[in-house]
């Protein structure tokens, strides 16, 4: 089989697993009998309940630059997760280390927030359609 049928094949599979049924809502796994139906948020990372307590541990630190040992203290999180967070807030190359500034991780954190803010938001209009769909029934 040549690789471009391959890839023909798995293009089709995929669009069999993931299709958008209505605006917001997916099924996952077409035709396997393991299909799941539910709105689509965004996953907040483990840490996110904690950003209140990062907030206070972070105005405690004096250093100009943070790099990923702190960010793995401050967030409680793997020196692996911590070097992807780095990442993720755009680092700057300090010596041989990637450092982030005290503003980047204010900025991610702020964004995070507003994610689980808009997350909670999505998640009650869904419940009042829900409510309404069922009152028009």
Do not use: C
């Not at 890839?7 to 997916?26: F, K, Q, T």
């Not at 991610?108 to 999505?122: G, H, T």
């Amino acid at each position: 089989m040549s690789s471009r049928r391959r890839w023909n094949l798995w293009d089709d599979r995929a669009e069999s697993i993931w299709r958008e049924v209505e605006p917001g809502y997916i099924v996952v796994n077409v035709g396997t009998g393991n299909a799941r139906r539910g709105p689509l948020e965004t996953k907040l990372p483990a840490w996110a309940e904690r950003i209140p307590l990062i907030r206070a541990a972070l105005n405690d630190i004096t250093a100009e630059f943070i790099d990923r040992r702190q960010i793995a203290e401050l967030f409680g999180v793997s020196s692996t997760r911590a070097g992807r967070l780095i990442h993720r807030m755009g680092p700057m190359l300090h010596g041989n280390s990637l450092v982030v500034d005290a503003a980047d991780v204010r900025k991610m954190l702020s964004e995070v927030e507003n994610d689980a803010v808009i997350r909670d938001l999505r998640r009650q209009l869904a419940e009042k359609e829900a409510e309404i769909d069922q009152a028009r029934q």
